[in-house]
């Protein structure tokens, strides 16, 4: 009779636990890198760069083969990201140079962070922020955006790289391992915030300053891909692309031993992830997603088939590599073909913790968590990109698009030319329809026109001076 007694006691706890376990929150992370060309992971289709734990992920979640960054640079995609909003919306359509007016107001926005916290989420962000510059004085930092964690962010302008230990834009990172490297850094700040933070539901923000140029790595890595590009083009020939004097960077060639090194590490972070994840059991009840904020740039980049690259609104610019894992709610080694885009994570997250969006406050994105569980991509008329180049001033890429279905559109601002593409049987955008149909060309800029006048799009500055206000 007792060990009936104990054993009842024993189901009982086992049901509690087992429901404890349905009913918590799910965590969510949140994992970019920084100028990820859409054929660098090898599950997407790359043979020289090794990226075994992400194509692990990919088998174990959706692999989404048209997902979009809502810019094609990092400060308007991390913006869409933070805001749910359009970058065009908010005013950031190109990224923060170190003297600016321009960041991420936050009496204006409701961060998907603050969304989140409202939601009982304890919240992280660990590395690269890029939505305020003024380090002096900032108004619109990941702490006043009201983050509980703040690890590793920018102290400096850090456009031009700081991945070894003195760092020297990363003040955050005030003590470290000699030759320690950045990613590898992040990576196992993420794993204690993950150890520190289990007993209740959390977002981590993971943002990579990687593979961002310049390019650096740790040179056991880089000597493994430089051996590894010689048995694949010939001896001497990494010494020839990227030996002493020539800038890795600049390279011609889209198997770059820099970048590969870079990437490895990145790997090698998600896969310590997925261990801790596993190891304090975890794994079963976390969301997690990998995602880069805008296409390869570049000689350096591998965008595979697509067209262009960073800072253009051709495919290769704003099609990126998206994984999400989510056990018992995404089917394992699933692809989708359904077009995303980054403004849709923030009500995706929302919906997936159970929160509520602020009264009033607008999100241009959609959920897609009925489509990770096995239903329908929500229905919406169009996906639009805006690109003046405020900061940059590259005038041939000044450009806005449409998509809507398997038609896009671009609308180039210098000399006002109209492109129209048929993504489904010319993805690499060779074939320009503009002439050929005009009537859908019509009907997409007409479109275009038509939301660029409701989120009140900055026109883009054709003349040498500062870019036009808002109209």
């Keep these: 009779m007792r060990k009936n007694h104990i054993g009842l006691i024993c189901a009982l706890l086992l049901t509690q636990l087992m429901t404890y376990a349905q009913d918590r929150k799910p965590n969510i992370i949140f994992i970019m890198a920084d100028d990820l060309g859409w054929g660098e992971l090898g599950c997407y289709g790359n043979n020289f760069n090794e990226t075994p734990n992400l194509d692990k992920l990919s088998m174990q979640g959706m692999k989404f083969m048209q997902a979009y960054a809502a810019a094609p640079l990092c400060s308007p995609t991390r913006a869409s990201i933070m805001t749910g909003q359009y970058p065009a919306r908010v005013g950031i359509t190109d990224f ?45 930092s990941p702490q006043q955006h009201g983050f509980d964690e703040v690890i590793g962010s920018e102290t400096k302008y850090i456009a031009d790289g700081d991945y070894f230990f003195p760092y020297d834009k990363i003040s955050t990172f005030a003590t470290g391992r000699d030759n320690e490297y950045l990613t590898d850094r992040q990576c196992e700040e993420a794993s204690r915030f993950i150890e520190k933070n289990q007993k209740a539901p959390f977002f981590l923000y993971l943002s990579f ?112 590599c998206l994984i999400m894992k989510w056990p018992g709610k995404i089917k394992p080694g699933t692809t989708s073909q359904e077009p995303v885009t980054s403004l849709d994570f923030y009500p995706t ?123």
Excluded: C
């Design 96 to 140: 923060l140079p170190a003297k600016t007016e321009r960041f991420l107001d936050p009496a204006k926005y409701v961060t998907v962070n603050e969304a989140l916290s409202k939601a009982g989420y304890h919240t992280g962000i660990i590395g690269k922020w890029h939505l305020d510059t003024d380090y002096q004085d900032p108004k619109g």
């Design 209 to 320: 300053y990687s593979v961002h140029t310049r390019l650096d790595a740790p040179e056991h890595l880089v000597e493994k891909y430089k051996k590894k590009f010689d048995a694949r083009y010939g001896e001497g020939q990494a010494e020839k692309f990227y030996g002493a004097g020539n800038k890795r960077h600049e390279a011609d060639h889209k198997d770059n031993p820099y970048l590969a090194a870079m990437l490895e590490s990145i790997d090698a972070g998600v896969g310590l992830i997925m261990e801790t994840l596993e190891k304090h059991e975890l794994d079963k009840n976390t969301l997690l997603v990998f995602f880069s904020d805008n296409g390869g740039a570049g000689k350096v980049a591998n965008n595979g088939h697509l067209r262009a690259g960073k800072t253009w609104l051709y495919e290769g610019g704003i099609r990126e």
């Design 349 to 471: 997250f929302l919906e997936a913790a159970g929160g509520k969006n602020a009264p009033g406050y607008l999100l241009d994105g959609k959920s897609i968590l009925p489509l990770l569980t096995g239903g329908k991509a929500p229905q919406r008329d169009a996906f639009f990109w805006h690109y003046p180049s405020e900061t940059g001033k590259w005038k041939p890429r000044m450009a806005s698009a449409v998509r809507k279905g398997n038609y896009k559109l671009l609308e180039f601002y210098l000399d006002k030319r109209i492109e129209l593409y048929d993504l489904k049987n010319d993805p690499g955008e060779k074939n320009n329809l503009a002439g050929s149909a005009p009537a859908k060309a019509k009907e997409l800029k007409e479109l275009l026109d038509r939301w660029k006048k409701e989120v009140n799009a900055e026109a883009p500055d054709l003349s040498a001076g500062k870019p036009q206000a808002k109209h």
